[in-house]
């Protein structure tokens, strides 16, 4: 497994072969999952790259124009073809084919992930914990929204009140008032 920090950043970079033959470009690289420790290579040949050809970088090398296997062309022509994606059995035959251990200590096969669908799964999440950052931001805002609301409601409860109250009030002056002028027009006084 290579250990080259950023090995996916050289895709469509000329990739060599032990003895300086060029076998393609570097289409995709494999990491076990879950780490960055990158296994194979995919590498694309032919007119309009459409042979796939999957490669170790155990023991790889960058330079500054092209990467370096450590396996020699013919080998590479002879491995079993895996097409454009690796799935769980294209890995086996071909960690057989290589002689490389790609099992877990209870023998189950490792798993590997590409550097495209591990940049699309960061993708998502990043896209994802955006959304979920806009949504938070909305509910704080819808919040402070039913917050607001709920201070208009209140003021406007306390102000009907107090309408009541001057309502009831004002009733009773009216009645007052009444009461004073029914009473001033009461009979004449006697003369």
Do not use: C
Not at 111 to 124: D, G, Q, V
Request: no cysteine; charged share 30%.
């Amino acid at each position: 497994m290579v250990s080259v920090e950023h090995i996916d950043d050289w895709r469509g970079q000329e990739v060599v072969d032990a003895d300086g033959e060029k076998l393609g470009k570097l289409a995709d690289v494999y990491y076990l999952a879950g780490s960055d420790d990158a296994v194979f290579a995919t590498v694309t040949s032919g007119l309009l790259g459409r042979k796939h050809h999957v490669v170790p970088l155990q023991g790889a090398s960058l330079s500054r124009d092209y990467v370096r296997v450590n396996y020699r062309k013919d080998d590479v022509a002879r491995a079993p073809d895996a097409g454009d994606a690796l799935g769980d059995e294209d890995v086996q035959q071909l960690a057989g084919f290589y002689g490389l251990g790609l099992t877990n200590p209870d023998g189950t096969p490792q798993r590997l992930e590409s550097a495209s669908a591990r940049e699309a799964r960061l993708r998502a999440s990043e896209e994802a914990r955006a959304r979920a950052s806009q949504l938070e931001g909305d509910a704080a805002g819808a919040t402070a929204a039913a917050h607001a609301a709920r201070t208009r409601a209140e003021q406007a409860q306390r102000e009907a009140e107090l309408a009541t109250d001057d309502e009831a009030i004002a009733r009773q002056r009216a009645a007052e008032a009444r009461r004073i002028a029914d009473a001033d027009d009461g009979p004449p006084p006697a003369a």
